[in-house]
């Protein structure tokens, strides 16, 4: 099979530049940081941050299966090339602020037994449309922001300088009912939403 490519009559073809840092940004999370419901891959809120900051993603988003286990946490820890910032954004798959509670401490230990040098960018859920005709819903998302900001605060107590917390409540904006495939999954929209709300966390985190 042949393939045929037009280029203009003054093209380049060059290799591409150098990331801007020579280590992967790392995301853990759910089908949401995977990108589900993207309409295409270039379009999952990790790859625009990838584009925008120009550094290299890995994206370890599990559809309904970020759970936060520990097993996990050491696979993600055996990455051979140390990580930039790790971006651990599960809460959504968990059962509950308690769930949550349990499984965050030890995620972020194991982490730290191996990148002990590592940031660490904690997020909340983004809101649902959901949340504003399910009460348990929204009381769940309020819950999994105050069992994170608790803990990254009991970490940075403890020593760690490098760990830190950001809530998604607003990422999505006023309209963040307008943001979603089904009420949960954002669309193209959405995506472009927590991108920019995020890129200049992570531009501070990576580049301070």
């Given at each position: ?10 093209a380049?073809?060059?290799?591409p ?10 995301f853990?999370?759910t ?38 286990e520990?097993?996990?946490a ?14 651990l954004?599960y809460?959504?798959n ?9 499984t ?7 982490l ?21 005709l399910?009460p ?19 970490l ?18 006023d ?14 929209l ?19």
């Amino acid at each position: 099979m042949r393939i045929h490519a037009g280029l203009a009559p003054d093209a380049e073809i060059v290799p591409p530049p150098p990331f801007a840092i020579d280590r992967p940004v790392v995301f853990y999370g759910t089908s949401i940081t995977q990108g589900g419901c993207a309409a295409r891959p270039g379009m999952a809120y990790s790859n625009i941050l990838s584009r925008r900051l120009n550094v290299e993603v890995v994206n370890l988003g599990f559809s309904g299966n970020g759970r936060g286990e520990p097993e996990v946490a050491r696979a993600i820890a055996s990455i051979p090339r140390p990580a930039a910032c790790f971006v651990l954004d599960y809460a959504p798959n968990t059962s509950g602020p308690e769930h949550l509670a349990e499984t965050f401490p030890v995620f972020v230990r194991i982490l730290r037994e191996k990148h002990p040098s590592v940031p660490i960018l904690a997020l909340s859920r983004i809101r649902f449309s959901h949340d504003i005709l399910q009460p348990a819903w929204e009381k769940h998302r309020v819950g999994f922001e105050d069992v994170l900001r608790k803990a990254v605060a009991e970490l940075q107590n403890a020593g760690d300088r490098l760990i830190s917390f950001h809530s998604m409540a607003d990422a999505l904006g006023d309209g963040f009912d307008e943001c979603t495939v089904d009420g949960v999954h954002p669309t193209d929209l959405g995506f472009l939403h927590i991108a920019d709300d995020l890129e200049p966390v992570l531009r501070g985190i990576l580049f301070r």
